[in-house]
């Protein structure tokens, strides 16, 4: 070979090397990650997904792309992303923080695989259509954590048993809000405590409900499930140490920021679940053959630093309950 005709196909070849890249690079699967929370309130989860992506074989940036979406509580914004997600046609949804992103999910796709993660019942909200065989193009995690209110509400009963008024806050724009109400409700009625039922989906709104709950006076607080509420976490407990008042939550992280109790899952378990179940899909798992799963073990946190700081005894039976204890 001549060395002019060397030269030129040598740099025929270096040419194309770009194109090469960008060839690979574009046919990287794409997930769409969109969630009802915050990017600031979940950095410590996003960890937790992509150790279950990377044990399918999958790390961001070398052989999947992730597009992230976040509502930061504002659930109308929600369908508006979904739609986004499937215009740019990723892979595969994964649609978590609470049931109003799968919902937005499911309204926006037929075709494209969901992963969701909420805290409801996937069947009765029309998601899935069994938990043994969801069908269609459906599939996910279910942390129960919106069934657990009766359950915080007895453990906040035992904490403070003589307290006259339970304040109880709650965001009428989630969906499951209504019957986390009427629960409530009902195991208040069974046990005879009065509550005052504070509500907000605005910060606005959860200003007027703080103003609210201090001018009742009450003397304990229960902060239901709600992705709202996890993004204005140290807000919220921030007001429950102002007014003195002992509180209970869903997740661990609100106990880690100061709160009192937390009755819940291990949130940071699921998200790593989200990135097993989205990797399997990536490597051509069908979501209909794929049951749904729902998370079975509950924590009981107890922060005993504020529980001190507000002069609260925690009874030894209550202490024998917790899964863990900060001190």
Known sequence: MRRREFITLLGGAVAAWPLAARAQQSAMPVIGFMSARSPEDSVHLLPAFHRGLAE?????????????????????????MAADLVN?????LTAVGGDPSPRAAKRATSAIPIVFGMGGDPVSDGLVESFNRPGGNVTGITLMTNLMEPKRFSLLRDLVPD????????????????????QIEEVARSIGQRIVVAKASTDEELDA????????????LLVTADPYFDT????????????????????????????LLSYGISVTNA???????????????????????????FELIINLKTAKALGVKISDNLLSLADEVIE
């Open 56 to 80: 399918g074989g999958f790390v961001e940036g070398q052989n999947v792309t992730i597009e992230f979406r976040w509502a930061r509580g504002q659930y109308d914004r929600l369908p508006e």
């Open 271 to 297: 998200y790593h679940q989200f990135g097993v179940y989205t990797s399997n899909i990536l490597k051509g798992a069908k979501p209909a053959d794929m049951p749904v799963q729902a998370v079975s073990k």
């Open 209 to 220: 409900a703080f103003a609210a709950l201090a001018k009742e006076r009450t003397a304990a």
């Open 163 to 182: 307290a006259p008024l339970f304040g109880v806050l709650l965001n009428p724009s989630f969906p499951p809000a209504a019957r986390q109400l009427q």
């Open 232 to 259: 204005r976490r140290d807000r919220i407990v921030a007001f429950a140490e102002r007014q003195r008042v002992p509180a209970i939550y869903q997740f661990r992280e609100y106990v880690l920021a100061g709160g």
């Open 88 to 92: 740019r046609r990723v892979n595969v």
